[in-house]
């Protein structure tokens, strides 16, 4: 089957197709750019609000928009580039807590998009978005996921700066560090909210907002080099893509409480492929809120 990517990062968009096809051999999965090599734009950067009844249309009504582009042919008679399109978009920690009102936001942006279409039409694209169009989420963001496997981490980051020092007992999607030397460095760039921090050096990628909350922050971290302008050697499209075809998706879902929201996006992806997912554990929780088995039965997407 062709599963088509629709994503919000460059990160994703280089290294999601390598690593589902890692977790589904023999399927074929492709990145659907924004434009050539960029991604898509998404709508969690800020917080998400419920729409409006005024609304215009918005950054999810445009992911989906992309999402039917590749499901539906060019040209009558032509075979469509793919049979099923998944979008994955990031949470962000301006959204943490805000998960259900994400996920409706894009549930009602779908009803928006179909509402806006002919009798013919808005049939026809509303049977194929609750067939074959999916909505998940990366909590808070993808670079959690490498705090779930610590041999693939390694191969990154350098063994002075192993192991990540994170809160015992936390749910990886709930990321927390407990690091004093993070601290340190937080407090030193100024990142907002910090006691101690005093004139911002932007340049540091963990001079952030909330960044004990920041897996991408601290992997930037971890990464750190002091001869490079931002302190950090790490690269979304590069050691971000690399760290993610190397990832062990059992070792990341072994612990069956934690990673709700990937192990929905995997679960999907079996059901639709009607396969196994390559060395995952069959058992585990789902975030009910972007779980096929937990869809409502009025659903709009596959998932939601």
């Known amino acids: 089957m062709r599963v088509s990517l629709i994503s919000t990062g460059q990160m994703e968009l280089l290294g999601l197709p390598a690593m589902l ?8 999965f492709f990145a659907e750019p924004y434009s050539p090599k960029k991604p898509h734009h998404g709508f969690t950067s ?17 992911l989906l928009t992309a999402a039917l582009g590749t499901l539906v042919p060019e040209t009558q008679g032509s075979p469509a580039d793919a049979d099923l399109a998944v979008i994955l978009e990031d949470v962000e920690l301006c959204n943490k807590g805000n998960e259900a009102v994400v996920t409706e936001h894009m549930r009602e942006s779908a009803r928006r998009w179909l ?4 009798g013919a039409d808005r049939a026809r694209l509303g049977a194929l978005m609750k067939d074959k169009v999916s909505f998940h989420l990366a909590a808070p963001m993808p670079e959690s996921w490498f705090f779930g496997d610590l041999a693939a981490l390694a191969t990154e980051v350098p063994a002075a700066h192993l192991p990540p020092r994170l809160m015992d007992g936390r749910d990886l999607e709930d990321f927390l560090t407990d690091d004093a030397a993070y601290d340190a460095d937080v407090a030193a760039s100024g990142a907002a909210g910090v006691a101690g921090g005093s004139r911002p050096n932007r340049r540091r990628p963990w001079a952030c907002t909330r960044p004990k909350e920041h897996p991408k922050a601290y992997l930037a971290w971890l990464l750190r080099d002091t001869s490079l302008a931002d302190g950090s050697s790490y690269k979304e499209s590069q050691e971000g893509v690399r760290l993610l075809s190397r990832l062990d998706w059992g070792a990341v879902l072994s612990n069956l409480s934690w990673f709700g929201y990937a ?20 058992e585990g929780v789902e975030a009910p809120l972007t779980s096929v088995r937990a869809r409502p039965d009025a659903h709009v997407l596959r998932n939601l």
């Open 21 to 28: 096809t890692a977790l589904f051999p023999g399927q074929q």
């Open 46 to 62: 800020s917080t998400v609000r419920p729409l409006q009844p005024n609304d215009p249309p918005g950054n999810a009504a445009k």
């Open 115 to 118: 509402a806006s279409r002919s």
């Open 263 to 282: 192990r929905a996006l995997i679960r999907d992806l079996e059901s639709a492929l009607g396969v196994s997912a390559r060395g995952v554990p069959a």
